[in-house]
């Protein structure tokens, strides 16, 4: 039985990430470490809670004698790291707290697993020849990219990041390679498109559209609402780092995205007509009639969009939703939520 280190596996993505891997992988036990920040939700995990092999850790990544007991007690042989600070809003406010979490305490994860797991550079300790380090980062650190649609982000493209949040990311990133180049660790890295889904907090754009719309809120999108993201549902983001953590090659870089380009007008119209039919208004309006354009926030990335053609190739890893599928598994799963509370 080997023991796996999940980093804020409460947040948005761990939350979904944790039961799929607890069910699908019956060798393994899973410690999450999460400091429980806003955007860390025990509720999530519920279906977890009673599950023997797995445990729960509040605690602060960058707390290096907490990182050095967990790997000790529990004999960590792997870490897939989640933790960060996310919202690219709170980092234009707020740019220490994504330098703190997302540099340093990436460093102290990883130097960590570094003199648990290895003698002296490139020599593993008997037994841990086969831990690894997945760093979970993003599409944000390569910049922007022109409206032409024949332009993507690969993984050879040059880091740009444009907001304190990508720059922070873009900086984890390069700790990672150099834990590889210098170390000899295993590490891989994904960086994955903008992920939508169940269990993701309020303050991002799919959650805020849905819950302005049943409140009859206005629903805010900045600017000319023309940012193009590419959609990932989150289930296929699991499998896609379930495959890189198992079978991806020590050192590479692997980009996971969806292939669903959409601009937040689609977004914003595309939900409100799915609540028009789901849960209609009762003065019999459209929830787009909600809609109203705010100014738009500094560095506001033009568009992302990946091509996820070597995950695809050399892990036989593909989307298996569209938006128009997911969309409506993330509607059903908010309309449940807001209805039970």
Known sequence: MKTILITGGAGF????FVP???DKYQEYNIINLDLLTYAGNLENLKECETNPRYNFIKGNICNRELVEF??????????VHFAAESHVDNSIVNPEGFIQTNIYGTYVLIDVAYKYWMEEPFVAKTDYESCRFHHISTDEVYGTLSEDPNELFVEKTPYAPNSPYSASKASSDMIVRAYVKTFGLNCVITNCSNNY???????KLVPTIIRNALEENSIPIYGDGKNIRDWLYVLDHCKGIDLVYHNGK???TYNIG??????????????????DVKKP?????????????????????RRYAIDATK???????KAEEDFESGIKKTIEWYLARYEAH
Not at 71 to 78: Q, S, T
Not at 197 to 203: A, L
Not at 311 to 317: F, N, V
Request: charged share 35%; hydrophobic share 25%.
């Open 13 to 16: 993505i761990g939350s979904n």
């Open 20 to 22: 799929y891997f607890l």
């Open 70 to 79: 967990i790997f000790k007690k529990y004999d960590v042989m792997g870490v």
């Open 197 to 203: 889904g169940p269990k993701q907090h309020d303050e």
């Open 250 to 252: 020590k050192g590479e």
């Open 258 to 275: 969806g292939r669903n380009e959409r601009d937040n007008n689609y977004i914003a119209k595309k939900i409100c007509e799915l609540l």
């Open 281 to 301: 208004r009762k003065d019999g309006k459209c929830y787009s009639e909600l809609i109203k354009y705010i100014n738009d926030r500094p560095g506001h990335d």
């Open 311 to 317: 995950i695809e190739k050399m892990l036989r890893w």
